[in-house]
């Protein structure tokens, strides 16, 4: 009985002290079970979630865009030693730059298989209305040269069109969206959560840039950086003012609620003064349609009489 107490206990005794050796062990396993497990389900969470917004892209956009990107593979290929100079540099950066303000998602080549597209497009519709019209060969080559010259011209009128509308748009925006995050900051948040809470607010060219910001300072990029990446993208004077306030503000430990502050109130006046100069340059923009078609009405209206009867008078 004795002995069997004494093996009893012994048996009991290895077995807590080789659960407690294990006992770290399973705990570290558990653990690292629980992160994969985590980990698998964000990001299933995320694969459904890209393939909602991928579902959710226009049908022109998921149907061309893998057509143009592969167009703009090959012709960046074949371009590629003609763009090696400082000059073909210069003028990729250049319309990248543009498609950037114009809040466009194509690169330098997909954009130049776009004109190249347009460009075939007008002349052949040019081709076919002279060869309707039937005006000869003559015709012909003035209406694909006229083509030619639309082709060209219309999507870099267009693209200069969206930059400037693109541009008006935030501006017109701006003002709201400071005076937003600075009462919100002045209520006790944070830049981030303030800014956070901008992006609640609405939608529009400077939301989206304004969640790309937040997007981007979420991923762990500083601030400052964000910052002037939101500046390239806007390309207002008044974006760089506000960007170049709160980079210095945050170098120098000046408060982010004086700064925001300050802002608001100087947009506010910068949309009074647009506003007041829109309604000075009014009338002299109405003095055209007035000469041009009021004037000759009112003096047909007034004059009309008095010429007949001096007409008959002298006849």
Known sequence: MVQSLLVLSVSLCVFVWVLALLEPVGRRLDHQRERMERLYRRNRRQR?????????????????????????????????????GRNGRGRKQSLEQELRL??????????????????LGFMGLAALLATILRGGLQLLVLAVLFGMVLGVLVPRF??????????TA?????PDVM???????EAGLGFDAALLRVLEWGE????????T????????????????????????????????????????G???????????????????????????????????????????????????PAVLDILEVLG
């Open 254 to 304: 000046i408060s982010i609620r004086n700064v925001l502050r300050a802002q608001s109130a100087q947009l506010r006046l910068s949309r009074k003064q647009r506003a007041e100069e829109k309604a000075m340059k009014a009338p002299v923009k109405m003095m055209i349609p007035l000469v041009a078609f009021i004037f000759p009405v009112l003096f047909i209206i007034l004059l009309a």
């Open 102 to 119: 114009a809040g466009i998602h194509l690169s330098e080549s997909e954009f130049s298989v776009v004109r190249l597209v347009s460009l």
């Open 48 to 84: 459904a979630h890209s393939m909602d917004e991928e579902l959710g892209k226009p049908l022109a956009e998921r149907l061309f865009r893998p057509v143009l990107a592969a167009f703009a593979r090959v012709l960046s290929k074949k371009d590629a030693k003609g763009k090696k």
């Open 179 to 185: 005076d937003l995050l600075s009462v919100s900051v």
């Open 158 to 167: 267009t693209l200069k069109r969206r930059v400037k509308r693109r541009q």
């Open 213 to 252: 910001v937040y997007r981007e300072i979420r991923m762990g990029r500083a601030r400052k950086d964000a910052l002037r990446s939101l500046d390239e993208r806007c390309g207002v004077d008044e974006i760089a003012s506000f960007t170049g306030s709160m980079i210095q503000a945050e170098q120098l």
């Open 204 to 211: 529009g060219p400077l939301i989206r840039e304004m969640r």
């Open 170 to 174: 935030i501006r017109q925006q701006l």
